[in-house]
């Protein structure tokens, strides 16, 4: 092992273990937060894909009767 290396992990050991703990709870807090917001993130893509795969049939079976844009038609086919 080389000597800076050596050195930074002696560095990093006088710190102690309280230092340590701290660090992996405030990192175990973020990765928590991080994987919640892709989970609700994931979960409101899904329901929006089933809400316009929902919306996509109705249009195509004529349930909906009112204008609408010629545009908006053009994408949904």
Excluded: C
């Excluded at 405030?26 to 917001?37: F, R, S, Y």
Aim: net charge negative; aromatic share 8%; glycine share 4%.
């Amino acid at each position: 092992m080389s000597a800076s290396k050596k050195l930074k992990l002696d560095s990093g050991e006088a710190y102690g273990a309280s230092f340590s703990q701290s660090f992996l709870s405030e990192v175990n807090a973020e990765v928590q937060l991080d994987i919640a917001l892709r989970e609700r993130l994931a979960d409101t893509l899904e329901s929006r894909i089933v809400w316009a795969s929902a919306l996509k049939e109705s249009l195509k079976n004529g349930a909906y009767h009112f204008p609408l844009p010629l545009s908006l038609l053009t994408e949904i086919r």
